[in-house]
Structure formats: structure tokens, C-alpha cells
């Protein structure tokens, strides 16, 4: 079999134009990203070219021996493992789990808050941050891939039904017709099976591209969304335009259509995204009664330490 053109831990060479792309990459790769949010880094508006070259570096930089990249920053949980947990042995348990206690905030909270991000690998990369804090808040975080599977829908109805407080997701999603009409069809689908959801849809929004000098990007399709999308913005002329020839994505075939917004949540800076993200949750939880639960959570970890602590030393020294 040939030798794949970039094997593991070998050296590489490197273009000028590598080196700097490289570089430019390094800049900003301080936390766990996808490969999409890494490349509206250094990108404003979407180009396949671009995107495959950007897709090539990150491929080689990391199997360079010499890894330009750190391998644990670029995000592609897409493929999932299943991997069950087990120990050596009880002491080795209990030395595992009374580092890992949590409190359950939501006891005292007026509300139950959940995070819905519309592309799996985004959702993955905010999961998996060194800044996040997804996990500080104990907040849920689930991604709809586009519009969600009928079975996404049925097992997250079945989860959040069990709720006995009011519900809110925190949506984040791109800004084009479908990424407009997938958070209103999920709180359609919740309301026919007797599930009332308070849906706020965080970013990305018309207003936050003046706001973050994020530049205006359009589309040709044929989505049966775009009209009621160009009317909801303002963008009516558009409507009023000749059909014009588009390749489908999909398809490969060539189609008619027209303009619209099509923007990826993605182009949102990530430090402004964790801002945005922050502070919605905040905006949503009564911090007094989750300064509450925290201090509680301090006085029961004191006590599982004094009572999962053994007198031989470290259970972890297995012999």
C-alpha cells in the first residue's frame, strides 16, 4: 500500500504561505476549537479553497512529529466512542470519586436552563474549553445538527418533561433562513407534545453584526424559508430580483434561487461567543441561590474527604 502523504510523527516541510498561515493559526488556538470557528478566524467570508487548505495544515501541523499544533485543541467529537468507565479496584473508586462531587444547582433555582447549539463539533469545542463555564454553572448543553431528528426531539422531550420548573434553552445558531426556523420549529414540536419550553435565541442575531463588525455574507438557494426570512429583515428587494442559478450543495445540480443572509454562527469571535454565553446564563439563574448551592457543595466535599480517606495513604498505589 502507498504511504499516505502525511504519516504520523514524521517532519515535514513547509511553504512561506504554511509557515504563515501556521502562525496566524497560533495566534489565537488558546482553547479547544472546531475546525469551522478556527477558520472564520482568519477568514471573513466562507471559500471552499480556503477552507481545504486550512483543513490540509491543520491535518499535517498535527501529524508532524514535531506538533505545530497541539493535538488536543482542535475538536472533532463527530465520532464519538463509546467507552465504559471502571476501576482497579473500591480504593482506587473512592479516591476517584470524591474529587468528582456536584451538587445538583437546579433544587433552588426558579427556572431550569439548558444550552442548544445548532452545530455538533461548536457544541463540542464550548464543552471542552479551558475557559468554559459550562461547568461552573452545570448547564446542559445539546446540539440539533440542523433541524433535529424526530428522535433527538423525543429523548430531550423525555428528559426535560421530568422538569418541574419552568424551562429555558439558550439557542445559538447560524443566520440564514434554516438556522433562523430551527429553534421556532423545536419550540413548535415541544408544544405538540405538551411541553412548554421558553426558547431565546442568544446569537447569531441581525443586531450582533453591526455589533461585532462581523461582515455581511449572502447566498443564492432555494430554501422555502427564504422569503418569510428576507421579509422578518427587511431585505424585500432581494424578492423582487430575477431567479438566479445556484449549484446545490447536496445535489450537485444546478438550481434556481435567490439571495439571502447566510452567515455562520461561527464568525462570531470565540472570546465574544464565551461572553455571550456567560452572561445569558447568568441572566437566567438566581445567583444568590447558586452562591448558596456552592457553598454547600465546599462543606459536603470537606465531609466525603474526611470520610473516603483511608489510613493507607493513596489508593491509587496499586501494587
Given at each position: 500500500?502507498?504511504e ?34 478556527i ?24 501529524k ?12 472533532d ?17 473512592y ?17 431550569y ?7 455538533q ?199
Amino acid at each position: 500500500m502507498k504511504e499516505p502523504k502525511w504519516a504520523w510523527n514524521k517532519e515535514f516541510k513547509y511553504s512561506e504561505k504554511e509557515l504563515k498561515l501556521i502562525a496566524d493559526i497560533t495566534k489565537f488556538l488558546d482553547r479547544p476549537l472546531s475546525p469551522r470557528w478556527i477558520y472564520y478566524g482568519l477568514y471573513d467570508e466562507p471559500n471552499a479553497k480556503q477552507m481545504k487548505e486550512l483543513n490540509n495544515i491543520l491535518n499535517k501541523g498535527r501529524k508532524d512529529k514535531r506538533e505545530l499544533f497541539d493535538r488536543n485543541m482542535i475538536v472533532d467529537d463527530t465520532r464519538t466512542p463509546t467507552i465504559w468507565t471502571s476501576y482497579y479496584n473500591t480504593k482506587y473508586f473512592y479516591d476517584v470519586v470524591k474529587d468528582t462531587y456536584s451538587r445538583n444547582i437546579w433544587k433552588d433555582q426558579p427556572r431550569y436552563v439548558e444550552i442548544w447549539i445548532e452545530d455538533q463539533a461548536s457544541a463540542e469545542a464550548i464543552k471542552r474549553s479551558p475557559r468554559s463555564i459550562l461547568q461552573k454553572y452545570r448547564i446542559n448543553v445539546r446540539a440539533t445538527k440542523g433541524f433535529n431528528s424526530l428522535g433527538a426531539v423525543w429523548d430531550a422531550y423525555k428528559y426535560l418533561k421530568k422538569v418541574d420548573k419552568p424551562i429555558v434553552i439558550l439557542y445559538f445558531g447560524d443566520l440564514n433562513p434554516s438556522g433562523w426556523a430551527i429553534p421556532i420549529i423545536l419550540v413548535r414540536q415541544f408544544q405538540e407534545l405538551g411541553l412548554k419550553i421558553e426558547l431565546k435565541r442568544i446569537g447569531l442575531n441581525p443586531e450582533q453584526l453591526k455589533e461585532f463588525n462581523i461582515p455581511s455574507f449572502t447566498k443564492i438557494s432555494g430554501d422555502p424559508r427564504r422569503k418569510e426570512f428576507n421579509t422578518i429583515f427587511g431585505y424585500d428587494e432581494w424578492e423582487q430580483e430575477p431567479l438566479q442559478e445556484y449549484l446545490d450543495e447536496n445535489t450537485k445540480k444546478w438550481k434556481k434561487g435567490k439571495k439571502h443572509l447566510n452567515i455562520d454562527l461561527e464568525k462570531i469571535p470565540v472570546d465574544i461567543f464565551e461572553t455571550l454565553m456567560e452572561d445569558s446564563i447568568k441572566n437566567n439563574l438566581d445567583m444568590d441561590a447558586f452562591d448558596f448551592t456552592m457553598n454547600q457543595e465546599d462543606e459536603d466535599i470537606v465531609e466525603i474527604h474526611k470520610k473516603l480517606s483511608g489510613g493507607d495513604g493513596d489508593a491509587r498505589n496499586i501494587n
